[in-house]
Structures are given as C-alpha cells and as structure tokens.
Nanobody, 119 residues
Framework: QVQLVESGGGLVQPGGSLRLSCAAS????????MAWYRQAPGKSRELVAV???????NYADSVKGRFTISRDNAKNTAYLQMNSLKFEDTAVYYC?????????????WGQGTQVTVSS
C-alpha cells in the first residue's frame, strides 16, 4: 500500500515562505504524476500545482510565480516551495500521486498538512 506523508506546514506571516514535503513509500514519485491540492475552511479542494513524469509543471493562477513544485525521484519525495504567502493561502495542503496503468487508475492521498498565514 502506497503511503504519502506530508510535512512542513505551520504558521507563517504574510510575505513569508514555507516548503512542504511529501515523502512516498516505495518508488512511486518517478512513475506518478505528483500534485498538491489545498482545502480552505468551507471551500472545496482545489488543485494548486502538478508535476508530470515528463517534467512539465502547471499551477493554479492564484499561485503562479509564487509557488514551485518539484520532485526528487531518488528520495521519493515531492516538494512545494511557497513564497510570498498571502492570507488566502491558508488551507490544509494535500499531496497526491496519480497514474493510469494498464487502463486502471491509481490515486493516493496524504493526510494533509496545515498552512496558516497570519500576522
């Protein structure tokens, strides 16, 4: 069973930075599309950033230029570097690993890590 464990969340002031990590059990980071989602109180979960196995990345408009997704296949870990944080970035951030293999979808989630932006 694949497990994803997020870390790195916390309390940060507006304009500050955090780096989230997503450690995966097994060698899945290299074979899966890795993504970060977030869910703020009272809102639905939204896609923040995605990194494909081919190396391409994509971001929500709200975080473009501020957040960077990356992956270290050797460490089986994905990262989300968050700079210039805003109040509206406050949410629980979830790591996701997904792929389609032999026609079957494989989709895994971490437990989430809280990010709070507050002065």
């Amino acid at each position: 069973q694949v497990q994803l464990v997020e870390s790195g969340g916390g309390l940060v002031q507006p304009g500050g930075s955090l780096r989230l990590s997503c450690a995966a059990s097994g060698s899945i980071v290299s074979d899966y599309t890795m993504a970060w989602y977030r869910q703020a109180p009272g809102k639905s979960r939204e896609l923040v950033a995605v990194a494909t196995t081919g190396g391409s990345t994509n971001y929500a408009d709200s975080v473009k230029g501020r957040f960077t997704i990356s992956r270290d296949n050797a460490k089986n870990t994905a990262y989300l570097q968050m700079n210039s944080l805003k109040f509206e970035d406050t949410a629980v951030y979830y790591c996701n690993a997904a792929r389609l293999w032999l026609g079957l979808p494989y989709n895994y989630w971490g437990q989430g890590t809280q990010v709070t932006v507050s002065s």
